[in-house]
C-alpha cells in the first residue's frame, strides 16, 4: 500500500462503515455538507493548487448546476437523473467561454475577472423572475431510484461521498500521468513547459474545465439535498469560503480538499454559536476568525493541514514495473548530407536595444557548435531566438531544411529540438524520475480521460522505462525516485539534460550546462556530449567554462555585444586576437 493510496481505501471503508453505524441525523447531515463542500474544493486543488490558477468564480459553477436542475425538474418534470447532464453541458460552454476569454490573462487579471464572473452570475440569479430572483426556487424533490427515496440522510450520504471518492480517485490518476505531468508544470510559468512541447493554454483551459465540472455536479446534488435554490449559495462569499477551504487543507494536496472543507464546516457551525455567547451581541463574528485564519495559515502553514498529516503516511517508491515496457519509437534522424541548423541574419532588437544583430552559423549531423563570449554578448537572447521562446525582429532559422522562424517553442519542439536554461527549470515537488519524464510528452499522446480511468497504463510504463534509461545514461540513475527540490545544483543541471534527451532530439541546446558541476561530474558531462555525437547527435552548447568548451566542441561561435565577432575550430579561436582580447584575455 503506497502513501497516495492509503486514504483511498481508507475513505473507501468510510463510507459504508459510516452509513451502518447508528450516527446521530445531524452528524449525517453534517457529513453530507462537508461531501458537498470537498467535491466542489477538488476542482479548486487541481485548478488553483496543482494549475495555479486562482479563482473566485467556483460557486457560480455549484449555481449552474443547481438551478439547472431545480427549474427544468420544476417547470418541465424532468428527472434529475437527465438533468445533472444537462447541468454539465451548461456548465462546459459557460467555462469554455469564459476560460477562452480570462485564461489568457495573468497575474492579478485573472483572479479579477473570475470576481467579476461570480457577481455577474450571482445578481442575474437574482434578477431573473425565471429564476424566482432572490427567494430562489422551491419545492423541489429529493433524488430517488425507481420507488427507493435517497432523501437527506444516509443514502445521500452514500451516494455524494461515492462520488467525491470516484472524484478524488480520477484526480489522482491525472496527476499521475502524461497530462498530469504537463499540469503540475504550469505553476511554475509556460517557457519550460512549452520547450517540451506542451500546450499550456490548453491545459488551462482544461484544468478550468474539470474543476467547474465538480462543482456543477456538488451544485446538482445541493438542490436535491437542500430541497431549494437561492443566490446566496452562490455568491462571491462562498467562492472565497471553498478557495479558503482549500488552503487551509492542503490547496496543493487532493485530500487537502476534503480536510479543508470538514474544518471549515464545522468551525464554521461552532463559531456561530460560540461567538456571540461570547460577546454577548449577535453578528457574523466567524468571517472574522476566519481571516485571520488565512493569514496565519498562509504564514505558518502555506502547504496546508494535510501536508502535516503526509509526513507521517508511510511511504514507498513508486514500483519498477516497466522493465519489460517497450521502448519508446524513435525519431527520424537526418542524414549525413542533410543540414541540421542553418542561422541567417537573425536580429532582435528590443525598443533601442539591439541585443541580437545580424548572427549567422550552422550545425551539420554529429557537430557539436559552441556559442561563447563575454556576459551580456547575447547568447541565451540567441538559444531563444532559435528555439522559439522569442520572437525574431527578422532573419530566418531553419531546421532540418524547414523554415522554423515562425513557429513558437511548442512546435519547434515537436520537430525533435530539445534544450535545457541557463537557470535550471524544473517542477521542486515531483520525484526526479517525473521531472525526466516531462521530457517524453512529444513522444507520447495519452489524453485526461485515459489517465482519469487508469486505461493509460501501458504507456505510461514506456515513458518511465525511457526516463530512467535517459537518467543511467548521465550516471544519475541512484536518483529516481528522490524529489528533485532536493538535488544540488549540479545533479538538477544533469537532470535536465537528461528530460531534454528523453524527446530523442535530434539537435540538442545545452544553456551552461556545466555550471555548478564539480569536476568529476564536468568529466562526466563531457564523456556524455561525445557519446552524444558519435551516435550522430548534434549539439549547441553555451557555456563559460573554456576547458570544456576546447575539449568538446568541432566549431566555436564567438558573440560580442550581440553581434558576431568570429567563428572557427577551437585552436582557429584561441589563435584569434580578437577573441583572447574579448574573452580570453590578452597576454602581458
Known amino acids: 500500500m503506497t502513501k497516495k493510496n492509503l486514504p483511498l481505501w481508507l475513505l473507501a471503508a468510510a463510507i459504508p462503515l459510516v452509513a451502518w453505524l447508528p450516527l446521530p441525523d445531524f452528524w449525517i447531515v453534517q457529513l453530507n455538507y462537508i461531501g458537498l463542500y470537498a467535491l466542489v474544493c477538488l476542482g479548486v486543488v487541481l485548478l488553483t493548487g496543482v494549475g495555479g490558477l486562482t479563482s473566485f468564480g467556483q460557486a457560480a459553477f455549484v449555481g449552474i448546476g443547481a438551478y439547472t436542475t431545480a427549474w427544468l425538474t420544476l417547470n418541465l418534470g424532468m428527472s434529475p437523473w437527465l438533468t445533472v447532464w444537462i447541468g454539465l453541458a451548461i456548465t462546459s460552454v459557460s467555462a469554455l467561454v469564459l476560460g477562452a476569454i480570462t485564461l489568457r490573462m495573468s497575474g492579478h487579471y485573472l483572479p479579477l475577472a473570475t470576481i467579476a464572473w461570480g457577481l455577474s452570475l ?22 430517488s431510484i425507481g420507488t427507493l427515496s435517497i432523501g437527506q440522510g444516509r443514502l445521500f450520504f452514500v451516494l455524494t461521498w461515492a462520488i467525491l471518492l470516484v472524484g478524488a480517485i480520477a484526480l489522482i490518476n491525472l496527476l499521475d500521468s502524461r497530462p498530469g505531468r504537463a499540469i503540475r508544470s504550469l505553476k511554475g510559468g509556460s517557457q519550460m513547459a512549452e520547450a517540451m512541447g506542451i500546450n ?17 455536479i456538488g451544485g446538482w446534488l445541493l438542490a436535491h439535498f437542500q430541497l431549494t435554490v437561492n443566490p446566496s449559495a452562490f455568491g462571491l462569499k462562498m467562492g472565497i469560503e471553498y478557495l479558503f477551504m482549500a488552503v487551509l487543507g492542503g490547496v496543493g494536496h487532493v485530500w487537502g480538499a476534503l480536510v479543508g472543507a470538514a474544518l471549515m464546516k464545522l468551525l464554521d457551525d461552532y463559531l456561530q454559536v460560540a461567538l456571540p455567547a461570547l460577546i454577548g451581541t449577535s453578528g457574523s463574528y466567524e468571517v472574522i476568525v476566519f481571516g485571520i485564519a488565512m493569514v496565519l495559515v498562509l504564514k505558518y502553514m502555506p502547504d496546508g493541514i494535510w501536508s502535516m498529516v503526509a509526513k507521517h503516511l508511510p511511504r514507498t517508491d513508486r514500483p519498477v514495473d516497466w522493465d519489460d515496457a517497450a521502448d519508446l519509437p524513435a525519431r527520424s534522424k537526418p542524414t549525413k548530407a542533410e ?38 554578448a547575447g547568447k541565451s537572447t540567441t538559444f531563444n531566438l532559435i528555439t522559439g521562446l522569442l520572437s525574431k525582429t527578422s532573419g530566418q532559422v531553419k531546421f532540418r531544411g524547414q523554415d522554423i522562424s515562425a513557429l513558437s517553442s511548442r512546435l ?17 515537488e515531483m520525484t526526479v524520475l517525473e521531472n525526466v519524464a516531462l521530457g517524453t510528452y512529444t513522444r507520447s499522446s495519452s489524453g485526461v480521460l485515459s489517465s482519469m480511468l487508469r486505461t493509460n497504463r501501458v504507456e505510461e510504463q514506456r515513458l518511465m522505462k525511457e526516463a530512467q534509461r535517459q537518467l543511467e545514461r548521465i550516471g544519475m540513475g541512484a536518483f529516481l525516485h528522490e524529489q528533485a527540490g532536493n538535488l544540488a545544483m549540479g545533479p538538477q543541471r544533469l537532470m535536465e539534460i537528461a528530460r531534454a534527451l528523453c524527446c530523442d532530439p535530434a539537435l540538442l541546446l545545452l544553456d551552461e550546462p556545466a555550471a555548478g558541476l564539480r569536476h568529476k561530474e564536468k568529466q562526466g558531462l563531457a564523456k556524455v556530449l561525445r557519446q552524444l555525437q558519435s551516435e550522430g547527435m548534434s549539439i549547441l552548447l553555451v557555456e563559460h567554462d573554456m576547458d570544456l568548451v576546447m575539449e568538446v566542441c568541432d566549431h566555436l561561435v564567438v558573440m560580442e555585444f550581440g553581434t558576431l565577432l568570429t567563428q572557427g575550430t577551437p585552436a582557429e579561436i584561441q589563435a584569434s586576437p580578437a577573441v583572447r582580447a574579448a574573452y580570453l584575455g590578452t597576454e602581458h
Open 122 to 143: 450571482y445578481y442575474l440569479m437574482g434578477n431573473l423572475q425565471v429564476l424566482g430572483k432572490y427567494d430562489g426556487l422551491q419545492g423541489l424533490k429529493s433524488l
Open 200 to 216: 499550456t493554454f490548453r491545459y488551462k483551459v482544461t484544468i478550468f474545465l474539470i474543476a467547474s465540472l465538480l462543482a456543477s
Open 412 to 428: 519547434i519542439a515537436r520537430l525533435g529540438m530539445a534544450r535545457t536554461f541557463q537557470h535550471v527549470k524544473m517542477i521542486a
Open 339 to 376: 543540414p541540421v541548423l542553418e542561422v541567417h541574419l537573425i536580429r532582435k532588437q528590443f525598443g533601442g536595444l539591439m541585443a541580437v544583430n545580424d548572427i549567422s552559423f550552422k550545425i551539420t549531423v554529429g557537430q557539436i557548435v559552441g556559442l561563447i563570449g563575454p556576459n551580456g
